[in-house]
């Protein structure tokens, strides 16, 4: 298993940037399919955006895409989301996942690790 940690979350107004980050240890991290989902009260955990080992490919969700980027940095077993233009709806913590490649095919329920989380809050 792979102990992630995720920093970088806050307060922002609409329309503002944040950059979220993870640190991963524990791993081979260039083995692991990394991303991100996000949780708001009430509602089911979503999926937003995931990277390939090599950083190659990555695949967002259609509510993110456009707006949020994805990169990693296997020298510092690190990946991030920095997000633009956020809208209030954007709102709910945000947790870094990870998914060996050891663990069957990729997709977008299959992550096998969490991070505990970081709370992100865009004002209407």
């Known amino acids: 298993q792979v102990q992630l940690v995720e920093s970088g979350g806050g307060w922002v107004q609409t329309g503002g940037s944040l950059r979220l980050s993870c640190a991963a240890s524990?791993?081979?991290?260039?083995?692991?399919?990394m991303g991100w989902c996000r949780q708001a009260p009430g509602k089911e955990r979503e999926f937003v955006a995931a990277?390939?080992?090599?950083?190659?490919?990555?695949d967002y969700a259609a509510s993110v895409k456009g707006r949020f980027a994805l990169a990693r940095d296997n020298a510092k077993n690190t990946v991030s989301l920095q997000m633009n233009s956020l809208k209030p709806e954007d709102t709910a913590v945000y947790y870094c996942?990870?998914?060996?490649?050891?663990?069957?095919?990729?997709?977008?329920?299959?992550?096998?690790?969490w991070g505990q989380g970081t709370q992100v809050t865009v004002s209407s």
């Open positions: 524990g791993g081979t991290f260039s083995s692991y399919i």
């Open positions: 996942a990870a998914k060996s490649r050891s663990t069957s095919f990729w997709y977008r329920g299959s992550f096998d690790d």
């Open positions: 990277i390939s080992g090599s950083g190659g490919t990555t």
